[in-house]
């Protein structure tokens, strides 16, 4: 059983930057892992993904300002966000699955889901 534990967020003027963690324990190989964010009243957007060898997919909006990575060997995967604007204020997910085609953005290919962790710019 797959488990995610974010870490990361909190409140930031724009213009500057933070950075989210997630770290998957109950399972070995690379797992496809993704960070997806939900402004209220709205459903989840997939913001950034990342596969086990290390392929990326962002959303055409943070492409440029947020940087995606894999600690090497682990399902340890972090989210640089720079250039933060008061848009990308929401609350951002972990997310991860054993399998999916490409690094994906779409809400359905991921099965494990982390709690979220806010993001605040001001």
């Known amino acids: 059983h797959v488990q995610l534990v974010e870490s990361g967020g909190g409140s930031v003027q724009a213009g500057g930057s933070l950075r989210l963690s997630c770290t998957a324990s109950?399972?070995?190989?690379?797992?496809?892992m993704a960070w997806f964010r939900r402004i209220p009243g709205q459903g989840r957007e997939g913001v950034a993904a990342?596969?086990?060898?290390?392929?990326?997919n962002y959303l055409e909006d943070v492409q440029g300002r947020f940087i995606i990575s894999r600690e090497n060997g682990k399902n340890i995967v972090t989210l640089e966000m720079n250039a933060l604007k008061p848009e990308d204020t929401a609350t951002y997910y972990c997310a991860a699955d054993l399998v999916t085609d490409v690094p994906s953005l779409v809400e359905t290919q991921y099965y494990y889901w982390g709690q979220g962790t806010q993001v605040t710019v001001s």
């Open positions: 990342i596969g086990g060898d290390g392929s990326t």
């Open positions: 109950g399972y070995t190989l690379p797992l496809y």
